[in-house]
């Protein structure tokens, strides 16, 4: 089993609707989650970053953390064609160094907003 | 604030070429690494630092060294270019927990 797993998609919606991204992870230890954005042809962005399980928003980016489950999700509301991107989820098990230091990345989900 | 800066761009080596790809950071991480990017198998993490000084292999470490003599930079060096080596080359540096990225070397080798 992957460490992290993340539907490739692609996922294609409308301008408006409300997207949800999905990762799931088996490694109990990860406590950092990180949701990046990646444009065609440029490097990730970091776009949402959460410590352990629960909530957090950013305009009209969600991020939730199930840590029961090892579920994470990214919530776009009103999506926008500039969402259109490719996004990953990333993961570590903590701010210290050595092998907390590794991120774990999922492979990603292509997403297309159509006007 | 210029974040993560990667030098060249793109970049076409002939097999058995070597090359260093630049990064340099102004954020005073200390956490900095390597990843290729390959179409389906996603971000693989090549070599890390976690200092001056000090730096460790990742997933991919076969064909590149690395080095760091300062906190800002971080070069990668491909010893003897394979058409393997194909691919998008980013380099990230770590503050807290997330990684910032630059905005990739997309290197061919032919």
């Known amino acids: 089993q992957k460490e992290v797993e993340q539907d490739p998609g692609p996922l294609s919606v409308p301008e408006g609707a409300i997207v949800s991204l999905n990762c799931t992870y088996s490694?109990?230890?990860?406590?950092?989650f990180m949701w990046y954005r990646q444009y065609s042809r440029k490097g990730p962005e970091l776009l949402m970053y959460?410590?352990?399980?629960g909530n957090k928003e950013d305009g009209r980016f969600t991020a939730q953390v199930d840590k029961s489950s090892k579920y994470i999700s990214l919530f776009i509301r009103d999506s926008q064609p500039s969402d259109s991107a490719t996004y990953l989820c990333a993961m570590n098990k903590g701010a210290g160094g050595g092998s907390n230091y590794k991120l774990t990345f999922g492979k990603g989900t292509l997403l297309t907003v159509n006007p | 604030n210029a974040g993560v800066t990667q030098t060249p761009k793109f970049q076409v080596l002939k097999t058995g070429q070597s090359m260093t790809l630049q990064c340099a950071q102004d954020?005073?991480?200390?956490?900095m690494s390597w990843y290729r990017q390959d179409p389906g198998m996603g971000l693989r993490l090549i070599h890390y630092?976690?200092?001056?000084?000090?730096?460790d292999q990742g997933e991919v470490p076969n064909g590149y060294n690395v080095s760091r003599s300062t906190t800002e930079d971080f070069p990668l060096r491909l010893l003897s270019a394979a058409p393997s080596q194909t691919s998008v080359y980013f380099c990230?540096?770590?503050?807290?927990?997330?990684?910032?990225f630059g905005q990739g070397t997309r290197l061919t080798v032919v």
């Open positions: 954020m005073n991480h200390e956490y």
């Open positions: 490694n109990s230890a990860f406590q950092y």
């Open positions: 959460t410590y352990s399980s």
């Open positions: 630092s976690v200092g001056a000084g000090i730096t």
């Open positions: 990230a540096s770590r503050g807290q927990a997330e990684a910032f």
